[in-house]
């Protein structure tokens, strides 16, 4: 008698999901450190230690009944303006309070912007490699995901192929810059093409096609590649961020959806994501962690361990003979699979307790995920794993 | 090009919301000690000591990165097992920790639930004074808000007219006791009625109706009241609970679903519970607060307060001559407007500077609500302006 939508997304277990919960199986029989599980996007450095003074300084100094108590529903006024000072330094930009929409999280900030976007019968383009939640969250909009195929030398995008997705359906497109999966970042010159296509597009189909820039991992950006600002090169863009990875705090569930006063009919899209907030249950984000971010909104964890991480990677297995893009940023590189079947090769790898995603689970097959988000020796310990995997199939 | 149900529901201010910023603005004016503001049910005690002392234990003691860690999406294991041990003591049942789903507070898990439970033109019944959300929230899950209109003498169930709207579309129920904006508590008696009555139509229309109990008022129970626990009475009870009122931690967003074992299909009513938390982007509730949540489940903050504040108004505003019902718990008392349009009355409470929220929009006109979690003063402040609407009005 239940939904069966519903029921289908509580019953289907990720791939990345049974991964993990098979690597703690397998830990129990043969001991944690000889299980090399490289499966979850769970940051692995503390949080700067001035999240733990701010929390103590808030619930010292506060009123609790203030602290804890309801903010207004889009956050609390003082936070906003904190956070879009920020932003105004960081990107040069004049950011107010009232265009931030504090959110539980990216995930909670996608539902708004797409329940605010879409109508039924509109679609939503992404770009394949893509974080598969985007498919449950535009079905939630009663939207289609129309997914653009990756561009798997540089992990740009393939303008013809998103030329030939646009339609007068298209009510947003999704980029997510520094990618997850494949590590890259769009350099500006394809955010300008990207810029310009939506721009034309926008006009011959009389509607504003608006870009969703899911951007949690802007900040984990290697040698100095720049992470350019949307918003500054396309009218019509919404930001949605997440402090999860900046700051590891995945799990207190904060970030904001920011729209910006320029974006078509910015006052009713602000509206409209505040009330898509209401429709789908979310009264504030958490209040003690509303303070929290907006007092450390400047500060990052110490992310210069998954730029080493990631060099180390990268040199051994390009060594051992994968072909590896080059990762920009994230805490994930995307290697190719040694055998066109990703899935097969993830499982070769799971029999010698190596535990890698299937590029297919992220509509990219032939290529596998290593989120590399994990202590060092776990890294050294599963490189002779990595080289055996290569002597048999490379 | 925004959808209209999202801009809708962002544009509408409460009749609630406005009142509340009204008396903000005339704060401004006329000093905050000459406005009764009665519009927001807002806790006003402090949450009890504990939740300080354990917010500052958690971030001396625990690992940042598993404090601050994505949970299982129903919430962490330990924490569930504990909340779970408090409700098998407390109610004298067997509840595990893998029935419980934690939530973004009892909004986040009602929407869960009405997701979970509803098909595209099912039925959810309410019973008035409800909870205006309610309609949003069920609108969201697809479905049909049937009102079941209000008992005025005691504000228990109008049964005759339960009956006439319960039919084979009908999903679920809604019950929420103690009731917003009643104060009233439903009777073992009503509950057992309530119970049979869904027992003999749920083998009638081959379905069954699930109940949900909404009940973020339980600990907020007077002189003693019983506040029945409905899963003993009937199978097919989902419970939805909060901390918000208990621990007075509205802000932080924490409650969950309870889907007892024995509720029919209870392991596909969770799943969909999940699923739907899934797909409305409820990633887990906050990390720190799901640990403070299980660590002060079995406190409350100082609730002796409202069960003063209510017998000292109940009192003061029947010797003026309202016909006020026995507040039964709650932070709310529900008197008969003096006249039967109960928004015009509420008018000429705000002509004097006192807010107090018509009943009509709690699908209950004649009454108007009056939320008592406010310091004592402003009762005290409050009683000559009552005494003058009685004077002019009784």
Sequence with gaps: MVNRDMLAYGQARSVIRELFEYGRQRAAVVGEEHVYDFSL???????????????????????????????????????????????????????????????????????????????????????????????????????????????????QIDFAALEALLSPKTAAVIVNSPNNPSGAVYSEATLKRLAALLEEKSRAFGRPVYLISDEPYREI????????????????????????????????????????????????????????GRALGYVCAPSLIQRLAAACCDLTADLTVYEENARLLTRELREMGYHVPRPQGTFYLFPRSPIPDDAAFSRAAQALDLLIVPGSGFHCPGHVRIAFCVPRRRIEGALPVFRALAQRYL
């Design 41 to 155: 996007g769970n940051p692995s450095v503390a949080p700067p230690p001035e999240v733990e003074e701010t929390i103590r300084r808030l619930v010292s100094e506060r009123d609790p009944c203030a602290l804890h108590g309801y903010t207004s529903a889009p956050g609390d006024p003082a936070v906003r303006e904190r956070i879009a000072a920020s932003l105004s330094r960081r990107f040069g930009t004049v950011c107010k309070g009232e265009e931030l929409y504090l959110t539980c999280g990216a995930a909670a900030g996608l539902c708004c912007c797409l329940c605010a976007l879409c109508q039924p019968g509109d679609e939503v383009i992404t770009f394949a490699p893509l974080f598969p939640e985007y498919g449950v969250f535009i079905r939630t909009a009663g939207a289609a995901m129309k997914v653009c195929p990756a561009e798997t030398e540089a992990f």
């Design 221 to 276: 950006a290697f040698a100095g590649t720049d992470v350019p600002w949307l918003p500054r090169l396309y009218r019509d863009t919404l930001v949605v961020y997440s402090w999860s990875k900046s700051l590891s705090l995945p799990g207190e569930r904060i970030g904001y959806v920011y729209v910006p006063a320029q974006v078509t009919e910015s006052a009713q899209v602000y509206a409209a994501v505040a009330g898509a």
